[in-house]
């Protein structure tokens, strides 16, 4: 056999495996779909997904059949529609197109296993042999073109998703913080996050420089860690507000007892927290929360809490305080006079009172809960009144609100150290 009259005998041959593979199309179709639901994990439990691969496979197995069959030049073939609407919907899911890619390697190598079955019965080799390698030529040169494509539309359309779904989520959320009404299947539905539930809102920002986006993605591991921290196991909803800070709400499902936020926020990244809040209102009131913890981290400046969380009954106090920062400081300055020093050692002693003040005017109580001596207590209590040069019980009130703010706005509402 010449290798002209080989290969026309090949050709022929390849036409009836693809007559065949058309009459088996349902069938093949079936074991494919099978196969490859259940290998790739990222497409188990989505059943619109799963539905739409079916239509994808059937597409792409008749496309081949109809190649190799009429001998259908591939760089002239098209992506099917069914191919690239499930490409799509990957994208949309935010799969990673790895599942993509993979499951038209794993198709091909199903089409190629399937067609050297039948070849595998041939009286003659040669030509089996020849068929073969025809199929497996083309079909790696229809996997090689498709997936180029499908990848194509897979990558428009993410970019395309996510510019809409970052549109139509700040809009929903603009409409939540400003207590708008809305329709909470379609508020979920564009959140991608439960509003039927307690949440905990968070304000997080970043004093660093960093190049990029790498404070924002700094500030998303943040809130994450602070989710698991808090033992929550649903996804939280992260969202940008410029390049350094980004709101948060921590899921807490049905529940809404006290939890602690934390995280590993250091010295160029922070947190503010709000307190759990129910349904489409509480996840408003949190992050409202949120912000004016942050802005009593802010007015602190660099004497800030890592974590400032509004649960606290002394950062409410504050919160209220840093609204007018000007007569906070002339509150602090008449209450305390120079206890209100912006030192060391006068820090000490309004810890001391005020702790001192919490626990009722007890030396022994507090000795305990600082960890001090009662004479050591005593002493700076006895100290800190000398320097504020009134008696304790002299406008009490102003006194404690002027250690609150002292505490939590200090950089803001301290004098400064004398020279």
């Not at 239509?55 to 191919?83: C, G, K, M, Q, W």
Request: charged fraction near 25%; include cysteine.
């Amino acid at each position: 056999m010449t290798p002209d009259t080989l290969h026309e005998a090949a050709v022929a041959r390849v036409r009836t495996i693809a007559t065949a593979m058309s009459s088996e199309l349902p069938a093949l179709t079936g074991t494919l779909h099978k196969v490859l639901a259940g290998t790739i994990e990222e497409l188990q439990g989505d059943q619109l997904i799963v539905e739409l691969l079916g239509a994808s496979i059937e597409s792409n197995l008749e496309t081949v059949a109809h190649i190799l069959r009429y001998d259908v030049d591939v760089d002239e073939v098209a992506t099917p529609f069914a191919a690239e609407e499930y490409a799509r919907r990957l994208a949309q899911r935010g799969i990673a197109p790895i599942a993509l890619v993979r499951a038209y390697r794993l198709g091909q190598q199903q089409v190629v296993d399937w067609a050297f079955d039948e070849l595998a019965t041939d009286t003659d080799q040669a030509v089996a042999l020849a068929a073969g390698r025809i199929i497996v030529d083309t079909t790696f040169r229809y996997i090689d073109r498709i997936s180029e494509q499908v990848v194509t539309a897979y990558e428009s359309e993410r970019v395309r998703w996510l510019a809409n779904r970052n549109t139509v989520r700040q809009a929903m959320i603009e409409d939540l913080l400003r207590g708008d009404p809305v329709d909470l299947a379609t508020a979920e539905g564009a959140l991608s996050y439960r509003l039927r539930q307690h949440h905990i809102g968070v304000v997080l920002w970043a004093t660093s420089k960093s190049p990029g986006d790498e404070d924002l993605r700094q500030l998303e591991r943040l809130l994450q860690q602070a989710t698991a921290a808090a033992g929550c196991s649903g996804q939280p909803l992260f969202v940008p507000q410029d390049r350094s800070t980004g709101w948060g709400w921590i899921p807490l499902g049905r529940g809404h007892a006290p939890i602690t936020v934390a995280g590993d926020a250091d010295g160029e990244h922070w947190i503010g927290v709000g307190s759990p809040a129910a349904g489409a209102d509480g996840f408003r009131v949190t992050l409202l929360e949120a912000q004016r913890a942050q802005q009593v981290a802010l007015a602190a400046r660099d004497r800030a809490h890592r974590v400032t969380s509004y649960t606290d009954p002394q950062v409410r106090t504050a919160a209220m305080m840093a609204t007018d920062l000007d007569g906070t400081r002339r509150l602090v300055r008449n209450a305390l006079g120079p206890l209100a020093a912006d030192t060391e050692a006068a820090a000490r002693l309004r810890e001391t009172l005020q702790v001192f003040l919490a626990e009722k005017g007890s030396y022994l109580a507090t000795a305990e809960r600082i960890h001090l001596h009662k004479n050591t207590v005593k002493y700076r209590v006895d100290k800190a009144l000398e320097e504020r040069g009134r008696p304790l019980d002299d406008e009490r009130l102003e006194l404690e609100l002027a250690l609150v703010a002292c505490r939590w706005l200090a950089g803001s509402v301290l004098m400064p150290a004398a020279p």
